[in-house]
């Protein structure tokens, strides 16, 4: 069966620090993968999605940066954070498809101070 | 393009009684939609999804939800909600282009003893 691994579960960073959120899908192939933020009292606002290795697309422009270095691995990184950045993160996965629906990870709780 | 709306940011029920979470979706196609639910400080869940299979689609825990073309809706149902469904509720629907899941602004549902 396939599953999602998101970690770290909860982060506090202080402003001007970098960050690394890492993503790991397994238990399938080729998924298309997803970060997403979520704001306090907000939906959620679709940050980068992959539809392969080395294939980033940003749908924000933003102080993040995404990187899939490995099919089943995805990375959020910022070289220095702001206060604007605490959030809560999502990363999913979904296979090609039109009715196929994502999974998500368990998210990251993020915190600038 | 395909976009969801959900109606009410919040909804509060008492324990036992129906419940009613709405969602209209605006589409040129024949559009793929899903309601997914986001404990505090969770992933998301998918609790169903539409495959033009069925207009009724039931899903996880008792809820359900009728696609009905002529009002272009997606509404959530329940017959009688219970304390653990208390969370945040998202109506998605997936942009037929690129494959994205577009978000709606999620409803928050309150369960009152």
């Known amino acids: 069966s396939q599953t999602i691994h998101q970690w770290p579960a909860t982060l506090v960073q202080p402003v001007g620090s970098p960050l690394s959120l890492e993503c790991t899908v397994e238990g399938t192939s080729n998924p298309n993968l997803y970060w997403y933020r979520q704001a306090a009292g907000r939906g959620l606002q679709l940050l980068f999605y992959?539809?392969?290795?080395?294939?980033i697309s940003s749908e924000v422009p933003q102080n993040l940066s995404a990187s899939r270095p490995q099919d089943r691995q995805f990375i959020l990184s910022s070289k220095k954070l702001l206060l604007s950045d605490s959030g809560f993160y999502l990363c999913?996965?979904?296979?090609?498809?039109?009715?196929?629906?994502?999974?998500f990870g368990q998210g990251t709780r993020l915190t600038v101070v | 393009a395909q976009s969801v709306t959900q109606l009410d940011s919040h909804v509060s029920v008492s324990e036992g009684t129906p419940v009613l979470l709405r969602c209209n979706y605006s589409s040129s196609y024949s559009p793929s939609l899903f309601w997914y639910v986001q404990h505090p400080n969770k992933g998301l869940q998918l609790l169903l999804k539409y495959t033009s299979a069925a207009t009724l689609v039931k899903g996880i825990n008792g809820f359900e939800a009728e696609f009905k073309k002529s009002e272009t809706s997606f509404h959530l149902t329940k017959p009688s909600a219970h304390m653990s469904d208390a969370a945040e509720y998202f109506c998605?629907?997936?942009?037929?282009?690129?494959?994205?899941?577009?978000f709606g602004q999620g409803t928050e549902l309150s369960v009152k003893p």
């Open positions: 998605v629907t997936r942009d037929v282009r690129g494959g994205k899941l577009i």
């Open positions: 999913a996965w979904r296979l090609l498809g039109q009715l196929t629906e994502a999974f």
């Open positions: 992959s539809v392969g290795i080395g294939q």
